[in-house]
C-alpha cells in the first residue's frame, strides 16, 4: 500500500507570494492532519479534515487554509507569506478521525521564504 | 493551553537503557502517543497508551499514569540507528471531535 505523499518537496517562495501545498493520503484513509515543524517549536497543529469537513483547527492566522477533496486528498493554501512561515509541513493521515489511531506522516514540504 | 514537556536532548551509550520522560498538562485526555522521528524524515508510530501501566513492543517500552500526567518511553539494548527525535503526542478532545497535540521532542543521540 502506497504512503502519504506531499508535493512539492521543496519550495522556495518570496515574501507576499502564497503557496498551495498537496498531500494524497494513504488509500481508504479519511482523516488528513496537516502541521508546521520548526526548531524551536516542534510539531504545531494546523488543521484536520474529514470526508472533507474541517475539524479542527490550531492557533495559525487566517492566512493559514485548507481544504480536502471528495477523494480525502488535502491541500493547505498560506497567502501572504512571511519569512515566519518558513518551514516543515508535514501531513498526516489515520483510517479513522476518532484521535485514537495512529498518524501516518508524509515526508513533508519544506517551505523556504525570502 | 495545553502543555506537554519533555526534555530537548539526551545522550546514551549503545547498548545501554535510556528513558525519555513526557508529562502533559491538558484539558482532558483520550491517549498518548510516541512517535519516532529521524533527520530529514517523517515521524513513525511507535507506541499508543490510553490506560495507566507499562506497554511493551521489542526493545521499545512506553508507560502511563494519566494520574500523574506522565509518560515515558524505554528504549534497551540500544543501537546508533535508534539516534532520532522522540516526540511525545497527546489525544484531546476539542469541538466535539479529538485533536492530537505535540511536544518539542527529545533529540537522542547514541554514541558508541
Known amino acids: 500500500k502506497a504512503g502519504v505523499t506531499q508535493t512539492p518537496r521543496y519550495l522556495i517562495k518570496t515574501r507576499g507570494q502564497q503557496v498551495t501545498l498537496s498531500c494524497s493520503p494513504i488509500?481508504?484513509?479519511?482523516?488528513v492532519s496537516w502541521y508546521q515543524q520548526t526548531p524551536g517549536q516542534g510539531l504545531q497543529f494546523l488543521f484536520e479534515?474529514?470526508?472533507?469537513?474541517?475539524?479542527n483547527k490550531g492557533n495559525f492566522p487566517g492566512r493559514f487554509s485548507g481544504r480536502q477533496f471528495s477523494n480525502s486528498r488535502s491541500e493547505m493554501n498560506v497567502s501572504t507569506l512571511e519569512l515566519g512561515d518558513s518551514a516543515l509541513y508535514l501531513c498526516a493521515s489515520r483510517l479513522r478521525g476518532d484521535g485514537m489511531h495512529e498518524q501516518y506522516f508524509g515526508p513533508g514540504t519544506r517551505l523556504t521564504v525570502t | 493551553g495545553q502543555n506537554i514537556d519533555q526534555p530537548t536532548e539526551m545522550t546514551a551509550t549503545e547498548g545501554a537503557i535510556v528513558q525519555i520522560n513526557c508529562t502533559y498538562q491538558t484539558s482532558g485526555f483520550n491517549g498518548l502517543f510516541w512517535y519516532q522521528q529521524h533527520a530529514g524524515e517523517a515521524p513513525t508510530f511507535l507506541s499508543y497508551?490510553?490506560?495507566?501501566g507499562l506497554e511493551e513492543k521489542g526493545r521499545f517500552s512506553s508507560f502511563l499514569s494519566r494520574s500523574k500526567g506522565y509518560s515515558y518511553l524505554l528504549l534497551k539494548e540500544l543501537q546508533m540507528k535508534d539516534s532520532a527525535s522522540y516526540l511525545c503526542a497527546v489525544s484531546i478532545p476539542s469541538g466535539g471531535y479529538q485533536k492530537v497535540t505535540f511536544g518539542i521532542g527529545t533529540k537522542l543521540q547514541v554514541i558508541p
Open positions: 479534515y474529514f470526508s472533507e469537513t474541517q475539524r
Open positions: 488509500s481508504g484513509h479519511r482523516s
Open positions: 497508551n490510553v490506560l495507566d
